[in-house]
């Protein structure tokens, strides 16, 4: 993930800079005239949680994961000991499986009113699954990069977001499943052997340093450090996108909503 990655964001920073160079920054938000609405209330709502529960159990986790150090016993002194750093992890582990719970009952209504056949509405442009799209986008962001060819026509959901929801779909099914082996450690052993609870301990603390590392680099960076979003891209909590930042970000996008006839191009 990280050698993947890590190398796509070196790459695109690269050429980000020089794009900008040449021919200036993309249009944003800051010059906006015709918004699109992108995301829903409850999409951002989802969204918030996640970033509450993220940083809540960030930070009441890592002296838990390093209670060994002695600046992990110092950040736990500063939310009030460890007994309630744990109480705290506990709250917000809560809200995320809350959270989690809000998703799938999103979806759900999603799947129920939804106005095009179920193939479409799976395997579609506006579906988040992943499709041979994605892997040709993924060269074709390389050939950029490398300047061996024209930026892709993004559709409306990335490769690069399809990993971020997936990950953080599976993510939390893991670090969750895992936390509540460790949160009900009487009930799970009338069912599970004890070395389940050694392995939940492992998969627990790394899971949650893997989540970490990339938010705070990869994710960071996709979406807010990039030179064409920098110091952040708002679309996440206004829901919504200028037309000519849609067009220059999903130029697949646009063209579909024009021919669906969503609005009109002038």
Not at 14 to 41: Q, W
Not at 164 to 184: C, H, M, N, Q, R
Not at 188 to 208: D, Q, R, T
Request: zero cysteines; hydrophobic letters at 50%.
């Amino acid at each position: 993930v990280f050698t993947f990655f890590g190398l796509h964001t070196l790459l695109w920073f690269v050429r980000s800079m020089i794009d900008r160079a040449r021919h200036g920054r993309p249009p944003a938000h800051a010059k906006a005239g015709t918004v699109v609405r992108r995301f829903t209330g409850v999409n951002m709502i989802n969204h918030a949680l996640v970033a509450i529960t993220f940083f809540g159990l960030t930070a009441t986790g890592i002296p838990l994961v390093f209670s060994r150090q002695h600046w992990a016993g110092q950040m736990a002194k500063i939310l009030g000991g460890v007994e309630f750093a744990g109480l705290l992890h506990r709250v917000f582990a809560a809200m995320l499986i809350f959270n989690l719970a809000l998703h799938f009952v999103g979806l759900a209504q999603a799947f129920f009113r939804r106005t095009v056949p179920l193939k479409q509405w799976l395997f579609g442009s506006n579906s988040l699954l992943p499709r041979w799209k994605d892997a040709l986008d993924v060269f074709g962001m390389f050939r950029w990069f490398f300047g061996l060819g024209r930026r892709p026509a993004l559709d409306r959901w990335t490769y690069w977001e399809k990993f971020d929801y997936w990950a953080e779909v599976g993510g939390s099914f893991i670090i969750g499943g895992s936390g509540l082996l460790l949160w009900f450690p009487e009930i799970a052993s009338k069912v599970l052997p004890g070395w389940a609870f050694n392995i939940a301990m492992v998969v627990h603390g790394y899971e949650a340093l893997l989540a970490i590392g990339f938010i705070f680099t990869i994710h960071f960076f996709n979406t807010h450090f990039r030179p064409d979003k920098f110091p952040m891209d708002p679309v996440i909590f206004t829901g919504r996108v200028p037309i000519e930042e849609l067009k220059h970000d999903k130029p697949d996008e646009y063209a579909q909503m024009v021919e669906r006839g969503e609005f009109r191009e002038d």
